[in-house]
């Protein structure tokens, strides 16, 4: 802490201000050497390029000059030349050899040296011919040139050196106050935030001019204050539920536990402490506590060292059976097995209730037993007295054709009985006539036409009895039979229609049946009798109450194998809604009245079942219904044996 407090008083102790500025002087310093080097490299250059020039200068401008002195032997002249050339820059030592005589000035370099030399030429005055007359050497000391590049370097290096030392230390002063103030306020801040406290709002104490509140560290400390409120709110959070699972921990009924790699006890709730009298000083073992010591499952799943649960375990303690459910986790660091951490669940009540719902499951599923043969009883009794309804219904529906039928016979019987009469009082009239020799031959002709007319009458009736006999006898052996024959489906329909005509009569409606006569059937007329039967009753009974002139209609047609039935009649017609209900038992519109609901239901069933057909309804209020039936021309044979 005592650091932190001396880096922020000073930007040169901080470990980012120091490594800045070691990394800025080595840039710096490389920088100041190349460019040392670059400088030291030209002067290199250009001091050997001026003794290039002065050897240049001296060939060129002294050179003929000193060539013509040579040429005349002019030595006193020539002597002083060569003294006054070697006190030019770059010009050390000079020598001028000819055959016979040897002309230096200046001290003579052995070492360290550039040496120059050209011929000398003696050209004459007229330019007609030339002689080499001798050379001249000129020697410049190389060791000035260097010490004074070596003064150069050094003047160099010591010039940009202090410049930079001042250009970094400026460059630490402005990052002390841009960056490395603000940055040890963020880092003071960290140090001294306390989770357990609450939080305060980070802020800048002071902003220097190279700084701004909304910068990289100015949003850099809006970050940390958000990151600080997050931290402080999921501290807090933590906190909570620690303090719930702590909580829940002591007043809850399972117990916790947890044990290290050799089964230790390291921590167990209070309750569990409290329920095993378990001393937590001395570290005990799981299984060697005495009510666990018999809990050999538990054992084997803590020995495995894998996680585990639904291990069931009885065990007693004080003198009270409990049972209890383990479930434990394996703990594992680097791979290496560290303990368990479990819980144990006193199941004690489940399993009680457990026991209690088994025996009850056996009595209940002996009860079962009971109520399900009674059910079959109850259910075969109800199929017995939904067959007895049916039949009733069958005979009720015949019941209602005798009465009407009867009534039909008592007509033409009691107008046969008054023609029989009448033949009885001719006969008698004629007889007293007869024996009293008073019968003329008028009154024998007018008693023959009375008596032809009621013969004619007696046999008209007597036959319209005999054929409704006939009818009904044909329908009722229908009805009540469910023999197979071929029949024509015309003739079948007109006999119901001649039988239900005091049924029909009641609403002054004449049933109209079309279609080919010539189709037969190979099938059950019964059945198809007392479909149409029941149909045509069905519309008598519920559906003109509202209709001054009711129609009913019934067509047939062939369709391949199949014979389509069309019944419609225009009565009051079904809601939509009730579709569903009109082919239910029992549903009726008329409850109380007469009406049973089974006609239809009998009527749906005699189609599928019987006649292996299918039936379709349609019906709106206000238009009456429609029943179009689909079955086939020839009974399949596997239906009729599974009927029969």
């Not at 037993?369 to 049916?390: G, H, M, N, P, V």
Request: glycine residues 4%.
């Amino acid at each position: 802490m005592s650091q932190f407090k001396k880096d922020i008083t000073s930007s040169f102790n901080s470990q980012l201000g120091k490594r800045i500025f070691l990394v800025l002087v080595i840039i710096s310093g490389v920088i100041t050497v190349l460019k040392t080097l670059l400088q030291l490299s030209w002067q290199y250059d250009k001091e050997f390029s001026e003794i290039d020039q002065r050897y240049h200068e001296i060939k060129e401008i002294h050179g003929p000059l000193i060539s013509t002195t040579l040429w005349e032997f002019d030595v006193a002249h020539l002597q002083r030349e060569l003294d006054s050339l070697v006190l030019l820059p770059k010009v050390d030592y000079l020598c001028i050899k000819s055959d016979v005589f040897t002309f230096e000035a200046g001290e003579k370099l052995t070492t360290n040296y550039t040496e120059k030399q050209f011929t000398l030429t003696f050209l004459s005055s007229d330019g007609s011919h030339s002689v080499d007359i001798g050379q001249m050497i000129m020697q410049t000391n190389n060791e000035a040139i260097y010490q004074a590049l070596a003064w150069q370097a050094a003047y160099y290096l010591v010039v940009n050196s202090v410049k930079t030392i001042i250009v970094v230390s400026l460059m630490l002063l402005v990052f002390n106050h841009a960056v490395n103030r603000r940055t040890f306020e963020i880092g003071h801040y960290l140090r001294h935030y306390n989770p357990i406290e609450p939080p305060k709002q980070l802020a800048f104490k002071k902003t220097s001019w190279l700084a701004r509140r909304d910068d990289e560290l100015g949003q850099l400390a809006e970050e940390v204050n958000k990151l600080v409120h997050g931290f402080d709110y999921l501290y807090r959070k933590v906190h909570e539920e620690k303090k719930k699972l702590s909580d829940f921990a002591h007043i809850s009924s399972d117990w916790l536990w947890e044990v290290n790699e050799i089964g230790e006890l390291v921590y167990c709730s209070e309750s569990m402490q409290f329920s095993l009298d378990i001393e937590m000083d001395q570290k005990p073992k799981l299984i060697a506590l005495k009510p666990l010591s018999s809990c050999y499952q538990l054992r084997e799943y803590l020995r495995h060292q894998n996680d585990f649960s639904h291990c069931e375990e009885t065990i007693v303690v004080n003198c009270i059976t409990l049972h209890l459910m383990f479930k434990a986790k394996a703990q594992f660091k680097e791979d290496k097995f560290i303990g368990f951490r479990g819980t144990a669940i006193n199941i004690t009540d489940l399993k009680l209730t457990q026991i209690e719902l088994e025996d009850l499951n056996d009595n209940l599923e002996h009860l079962i037993a009971e109520r399900t043969f009674d059910l079959k009883q109850s259910l075969d009794k109800l199929e017995r007295a939904q067959k007895q309804l049916i039949e009733q219904e069958k005979l009720a529906a015949l019941g209602g054709l005798v009465a009407g039928v009867a009534h039909e016979v008592n007509t033409p019987l009691g107008i046969a009985v008054t023609a029989t009469s009448v033949i009885k009082e001719v006969i008698h009239e004629a007889n007293d006539a007869f024996q009293n020799q008073t019968l003329t031959t008028e009154q024998f002709q007018s008693l023959m036409e009375r008596l032809m007319t009621s013969s004619t009458m007696l046999e008209h009736n007597i036959s319209r009895a005999a054929q409704l006999v006939k009818d009904f006898k044909q329908t009722a052996v229908d009805q009540v039979s469910e023999s197979r024959s071929e029949f024509n489906v015309y003739q079948v329909l007109c006999s119901l229609m001649t039988s239900l005509q005091p049924e029909t009569r009641k609403i002054s409606v004449v049933p109209q049946i079309c279609g080919d006569q010539s189709v037969t059937m190979n099938s059950l007329p019964g059945i198809l009798t007392q479909v149409i039967s029941n149909l045509v009753l069905n519309s008598v009974n519920h559906a003109f109450d509202y209709q001054e002139l009711p129609q009913i209609s019934i067509s047939y047609e062939e369709d391949g194998d199949d014979i389509i039935f069309d019944y419609q009649d225009n009565g009051g017609g079904v809601d939509p809604s009730l579709h569903q209900k009109v082919f239910e038992p029992f549903y009726t519109s008329k409850r109380g009245r007469g009406g049973s609901g089974l006609g239809l239901n009998l009527v749906f069933n005699l189609i599928n079942k019987k006649l292996s057909g299918e039936l379709k309804f349609e019906s709106q209020l206000g238009e009456g219904v429609r029943f179009i039936i689909r079955v086939p021309k020839n009974l399949p044979l596997n239906l009729e044996a599974e009927e029969s």
